[in-house]
Structure formats: C-alpha cells, structure tokens
C-alpha cells in the first residue's frame, strides 16, 4: 500500500524536526519520496509560529491502524507534548505527522479517518500530495490531488 503523510513542524528548528521524522520514517518503513516544503500560517488556531510542512511518500503492507500507532509513536519519540491544549484546541509544536491517505482506501474510526477530513480545504496538504502523486484519486470527492488543489487554488 502506498502511504501519503504530511508532516509539520513550527517551534525549534523547524527543518531540523523534519529531518529527524523523515529519518525516523525511514528507520520504520524503508523507501521513500519526499516533496518540497511548503510554509503556512497555522491551521484551526492562533499563532505567531509560522508551520514548514513536507509531504512524504512511503510504502507499507501494514494495517492502517498499525501505521497510524507506529506513525504516532514517533511523534512521541520526537515531542512528547501534547498537540492540543487542555480545551481540545490545536497547540504549537515540534512534530506533527498525519496520514493524509492510504491508497483510495476509506477508514472511518474515532481514531483513523482516511481520506484526512477537510484535506481538500489545506493547500499545505495539497501542494506537496500533489507533486508526490498528482493522480491520487480522492475516494469519496472523487478528484485527484491536482485537480483537488486546482480547486482550492480558484
């Protein structure tokens, strides 16, 4: 199964964090293919922390769940903070990775969602999912990554 994540960071040594998940996917996963960054404003809150984000492609014959637990326990290894404040609000941080997508394959838990919910309204997800895999097809909006980003874009 290919494995689209994008991974985030926007306190420290942004690229510095990144480099060490990139690494740290590699260790667990093996092959890979990373986009450009792409710099944002943070997504859902307040904060005069601006995110680097980089899209990563990786393959794996694992369970989605499996990757998720593997994914987050990286995450942890890297920033054992919190990713949301007390209130359930998103907070700074040195390390976020998500899986944005899994093949066309649609997983709808509490703790996995596949396709990422609202992916298509973040051109930082878009940008880089694009360039790694411009004809992913969205499973449930049923456009590709290129055109999902022409879209937002218009």
């Keep these: 199964m290919t494995i689209f994540l994008n991974l985030g960071s926007n306190l420290g040594n942004r690229r510095m964090n990144l480099s060490r998940a990139v690494r740290a996917i590699e260790r667990e996963f093996g092959y890979f293919e990373l986009s450009h960054t792409v710099e944002s404003e943070?997504?859902?809150?307040?904060?005069?922390?601006?995110?680097?984000?980089?899209?990563?492609?990786?393959?794996?014959?694992?369970?989605?769940?499996?990757v998720l637990r593997r994914l987050q326990a990286i995450e942890r290894e890297i920033s054992p903070e919190a990713h949301r404040n007390a209130d359930g609000t998103y907070a700074d941080r040195l390390i976020d990775i998500d899986i944005i997508a899994i093949?066309?394959?649609v997983v709808d838990t509490p703790e996995l969602q596949l396709p990422h919910p609202r992916m298509e309204e973040r051109q930082f997800v878009l940008e880089p999912l694009a360039e790694l895999a411009p004809g992913w097809r969205h499973p449930r909006l049923g456009k590709t990554a290129r055109e999902l980003l022409y879209d937002l874009q218009k």
């Design 42 to 66: 943070p997504w859902g809150y307040e904060s005069p922390h601006p995110y680097l984000n980089l899209g990563m492609m990786v393959t794996s014959e694992l369970k989605p769940e499996e």
């Design 103 to 105: 093949d066309e394959i």
